[in-house]
């Protein structure tokens, strides 16, 4: 199957710092990925769908301001997490569609991001 | 509003049975429904892919198989092992091509 790398892997940033997560489409080009969230033994939470050379799609409930999404070519989409919080600490994780592809999701491995 | 259902939550088989894991949607106008495997702290990795107008798919030693008008899935697993302990996700792809997940099945195989 195709392949989406995310990276850092693991991140630890202090309070009020941003970070940035970046998810990469090695093998295919990506008009569309889709970032998500995931609490401890809860399930994936679409946060927002991200658009190459357009503004991403945000769910409700989501800050635009606070998850900042650039999708600038059509192998890399970036999520920075704007003056974090401790609350903000969760797994994130991005997928991919392949162009003209029946719909199948590829995953990358997901950045586990602690705010002190 | 879709939602996807997946019970029990958690399941413990002893090595070298056949197991069937089940996932139900409310709304049945998806384009596909997908099943994932998550390794703790990892991604997902996708295991099977259905289309809306397919019944089944196999790879390997997994089956899934899809009725849309009862919106329901199942995953089966033959002779399971113990490398197949991990927690395994469906998810369905509706018309707006977002993909709802269920919360998840914690699958442990005992050696």
Same mark, same amino acid.
């Given at each position: 199957g195709a392949v989406v790398s995310q990276h850092p892997s693991r991140v630890i940033c202090k309070s009020g710092t941003s970070v940035k997560i970046e998810c990469r489409s090695l093998d295919f080009q990506a008009t569309t990925m889709f970032w998500y969230r995931q609490f401890p033994k809860q399930s994936l939470m679409l946060m927002a769908t991200s658009n190459e050379g357009s503004k991403a799609t945000y769910e409700q409930g989501v800050e635009k301001d606070k998850f900042l999404i650039n999708? /600038?070519?059509?192998t890399l989409s970036t999520l920075t997490v704007t003056? /974090?919080?401790?609350?903000?600490s969760s797994f994130y994780i991005c997928s991919a569609r392949v162009i003209q592809n029946t719909g199948e999701l590829f995953f990358g491995e997901g950045s586990r991001l602690t705010v002190l | 509003k879709q939602e996807v259902t997946q019970i029990p939550a958690a399941l413990s088989v002893p090595e070298g049975e056949n197991l069937v894991l089940n996932c139900s949607f409310?709304?049945?106008?998806?384009?596909n429904l997908q099943w994932f495997r998550q390794d703790p702290g990892k991604g997902l990795t996708s295991l099977l892919l259905i289309q809306s107008s397919q019944r089944e798919q196999t790879s390997g030693r997994l089956n899934a198989s899809l009725d849309k008008s009862s919106g329901r899935s199942t995953l089966y697993i033959a002779a399971?092992?113990?490398?197949?302990s991990a927690t395994y996700l469906c998810a369905v792809t509706g018309a707006n091509s977002k993909l709802t997940f269920g919360k998840g099945i914690t699958l442990s195989v005992r050696p």
């Open positions: 999708h /600038a070519s059509l003056s /974090a919080h401790p609350e903000d | 409310t709304d049945s106008a998806i384009y399971s092992q113990p490398g197949d």
